[in-house]
């Protein structure tokens, strides 16, 4: 049999079986969040919610703290305000304030719909980002109505009352719309296409002549929360 | 989840747009020239391609965007809705322009909706409807016991939902009723569901302006008001249906219609009544004073302990 030979090599045959060693390299960003105390976690969660709602009361050039969505914050302004506006009842007149779901409900399935209506008229932008987006620029009504909570527990009602109380919550509910006009200006310096709040994030989004039509929802969206916010009593 | 592209920033520039996906007039400019020799020698040089040779990917999409118009995208689909949604702002206010306007030369849905209807306008125009009409009744409620120390407001939220279930039924339900009809008649294939929506949905754009100056407290005028809106928008609306029915014989059109603009008139007196006839005094907090001296007047010789009754009254 020619075809097999006894092949010997004067070489002997050497190296490394040994897989080649990756340098152990702990990756921090990724794996330290498995050992560390639950309490190191909750901080540093809570801190980035923290920076997003500081975020929303002072728009900064530094814009891109809203990219990365979480539903933490709306969730907990919504419980808020849910919570203050439940339950105003007047057995007398038959007329009630808004309850706890039915303020949830405006504001999820609410954010929800604006959103949808931004995709629909072909907004480039993630569902959940517009949503949290949304969510986070009721920090200024909320603020509002907190305010209007103390402001009724110590003054009496009357007419001059009544107008800071309108004045308060329209300057709230401009806040929700405009604030974050600011950072749209910021980031037009900024070739991102990301933009970072409510009328800036959605409108920027929206191919041009259409910005008024997905803008006009969230000016009616904001509405119906500051008619909520201003009537409570 | 956040679409990648935009998380990272990446922003395709229309040059680097262009390398990835070379239009079909570059693809022919560029395209190399293929020599082919057949066996007498002859030579010929084709240096235009058919279409489909270009790319793929290019040709596919230049296929769908042709088809566009052509093929009916499910009714479950994403983009189904988006072709309802496909208007600019200034063709949404030429519309309510247009649905405020009633010309008998010009019909509504061949002058502004022709063949494209939207349901953005019809959708939001009622989200406004419902907002509007709820805070002015609640207004209306306010001015009237304004006077009233003893008034202390509320809120009545619950009055936003029966608006909200009146006039989106009234503009989303109602049509899917109206081309019912018009199937049942065989008549007038040319008005889909979508085009009965949206000249719906547009003609109630009219009560938005009406309400606020319903809030005026003077009776004959809001009334005059209210007959005034409803003629215009009732008109626009039966001149805009008006073909859709002329085919059919004259008395059932004429009949159908009247139905409709009933409807019509019934949709926007209803509102009308809910919300801006302030509420009764009797349910007034001062019904505690009211309530017996009207009880005095009204059953004055048949109750003789009228002040036993109140008590009752207020403890319901």
């Given at each position: 049999?020619?075809?097999?030979?006894?092949?010997?090599?004067?070489?002997?045959?050497?190296?490394?079986?040994?897989?080649?060693?990756?340098?152990?390299?702990?990756?921090?960003?990724?794996?330290?969040?498995?050992?560390?105390?639950?309490?190191?976690?909750?901080?540093?969660?809570?801190?980035?919610?923290?920076?997003?709602?500081?975020?929303?009361?002072?728009?900064?050039?530094?814009?891109?703290?809203?990219?990365?969505?979480?539903?933490?914050?709306?969730?907990?302004?919504?419980?808020?305000?849910?919570?203050?506006?439940?339950?105003?009842?007047?057995?007398?007149?038959?007329?009630?304030?808004?309850?706890?779901?039915?303020?949830?409900?405006?504001?999820?399935?609410?954010?929800?719909?604006?959103?949808?209506?931004?995709?629909?008229?072909?907004?480039?932008?993630?569902?959940?980002?517009?949503?949290?987006?949304?969510?986070?620029?009721?920090?200024?009504?909320?603020?509002?109505?907190?305010?209007?909570?103390?402001?009724?527990?110590?003054?009496?009602?009357?007419?001059?009352?009544?107008?800071?109380?309108?004045?308060?919550?329209?300057?709230?509910?401009?806040?929700?719309?405009?604030?974050?006009?600011?950072?749209?200006?910021?980031?037009?310096?900024?070739?991102?296409?990301?933009?970072?709040?409510?009328?800036?994030?959605?409108?920027?989004?929206?191919?041009?002549?259409?910005?008024?039509?997905?803008?006009?929802?969230?000016?009616?969206?904001?509405?119906?929360?500051?008619?909520?916010?201003?009537?409570?009593? | 989840?956040?679409?990648?592209?935009?998380?990272?920033?990446?922003?395709?520039?229309?040059?680097?747009?262009?390398?990835?996906?070379?239009?079909?007039?570059?693809?022919?400019?560029?395209?190399?020239?293929?020599?082919?020799?057949?066996?007498?020698?002859?030579?010929?040089?084709?240096?235009?391609?058919?279409?489909?040779?270009?790319?793929?990917?290019?040709?596919?999409?230049?296929?769908?965007?042709?088809?566009?118009?052509?093929?009916e995208?499910?009714i479950?689909?994403?983009?189904?809705?988006?072709?309802l949604?496909?208007?600019?702002?200034?063709?949404?206010?030429?519309?309510?322009?247009?649905s405020?306007?009633p010309?008998p030369s010009k019909s509504f849905k061949s002058a502004y909706i022709g063949g494209r209807p939207?349901l953005?306008?019809p959708?939001?125009?009622?989200?406004?409807?419902?907002?509007?009409?709820?805070?002015?009744?609640?207004?209306?409620?306010?001015?009237?016991?304004?006077?009233?120390?003893?008034?202390?407001?509320?809120?009545?939220?619950?009055?936003?939902?029966?608006?909200?279930?009146?006039?989106?039924s009234y503009t989303f339900v109602w049509p899917l009723l109206v081309r019912a009809i018009l199937w049942w008649r065989k008549t007038a294939s040319g008005f889909s569901v979508a085009d009965i929506m949206c000249i719906y949905g547009y003609s109630i754009?009219?009560?938005?302006?009406?309400?606020?100056?319903?809030?005026?407290?003077?009776?004959?005028?809001?009334?005059?008001?209210?007959?005034?809106?409803i003629s215009?928008s009732g008109a626009v609306l039966l001149l805009s249906l008006w073909p859709a029915f002329r085919d059919d014989s004259r008395q059932i059109a004429v009949v159908v219609l009247l139905v409709l603009f009933a409807c019509h008139a019934a949709m926007?007196?209803?509102?009308?009544?809910?919300?801006?006839?302030?509420?009764?005094?009797?349910?007034?907090?001062?019904?505690?004073?009211?309530?017996?001296?009207?009880?005095?007047?009204?059953?004055?010789?048949?109750?003789?302990?009228?002040?036993?009754?109140?008590?009752?009254?207020?403890?319901?």
């Open positions: 049999m020619a075809d097999f030979q006894d092949v010997s090599y004067s070489v002997p045959v050497e190296g490394e079986i040994a897989q080649p060693q990756v340098p152990e390299e702990e990756d921090d960003d990724e794996l330290s969040t498995l050992d560390e105390p639950v309490k190191d976690t909750f901080i540093r969660d809570m801190k980035v919610i923290g920076s997003k709602f500081a975020h929303i009361i002072y728009p900064r050039s530094n814009s891109l703290l809203l990219r990365d969505w979480d539903l933490w914050g709306p969730l907990v302004l919504c419980v808020i305000l849910a919570v203050f506006l439940n339950g105003a009842k007047d057995e007398t007149t038959g007329g009630q304030g808004p309850q706890f779901a039915e303020v949830f409900v405006v504001v999820w399935v609410g954010a929800g719909i604006v959103t949808l209506n931004a995709q629909l008229l072909g907004g480039k932008i993630s569902f959940f980002q517009s949503v949290c987006v949304l969510g986070y620029c009721i920090l200024p009504l909320v603020v509002a109505m907190i305010i209007c909570w103390f402001l009724v527990k110590i003054f009496e009602q009357s007419i001059v009352f009544v107008v800071i109380r309108i004045i308060l919550v329209a300057a709230a509910y401009g806040w929700s719309i405009f604030g974050p006009c600011l950072i749209t200006h910021l980031q037009c310096m900024i070739p991102i296409t990301v933009v970072t709040a409510s009328v800036a994030f959605l409108g920027d989004s929206q191919p041009k002549g259409r910005k008024a039509l997905a803008v006009f929802p969230i000016c009616l969206f904001y509405f119906i929360l500051a008619w909520m916010v201003v009537t409570y009593s | 989840m956040s679409d990648p592209v935009q998380d990272f920033g990446f922003q395709t520039s229309p040059n680097e747009k262009e390398l990835w996906e070379p239009t079909a007039q570059s693809g022919v400019t560029d395209a190399a020239t293929l020599n082919v020799e057949n066996d007498e020698g002859d030579m010929h040089t084709f240096t235009q391609f058919p279409d489909s040779a270009i790319d793929d990917e290019n040709a596919e999409t230049s296929d769908t965007s042709g088809l566009i118009d052509k093929k995208n499910p479950w689909s994403f983009a189904f809705y988006q072709k949604f496909d208007v600019d702002t200034n063709i949404v206010l030429n519309r309510i322009m247009g405020m306007i010309l939207d953005y306008g959708f939001w125009i009622c989200a406004t409807l419902v907002l509007v009409v709820g805070v002015c009744g609640n207004l209306t409620t306010l001015l009237t016991h304004y006077s009233d120390e003893k008034y202390h407001y509320t809120p009545q939220f619950e009055r936003l939902s029966v608006a909200a279930i009146i006039v989106y754009f009219i009560f938005i302006p009406v309400s606020f100056l319903l809030l005026i407290p003077v009776p004959w005028l809001d009334w005059l008001l209210t007959a005034l809106a215009v926007a007196v209803g509102l009308q009544l809910y919300f801006f006839t302030p509420l009764s005094i009797s349910y007034a907090p001062n019904a505690t004073e009211s309530a017996p001296s009207k009880l005095n007047l009204d059953h004055s010789t048949s109750l003789p302990n009228p002040t036993g009754r109140s008590f009752e009254k207020n403890g319901q």
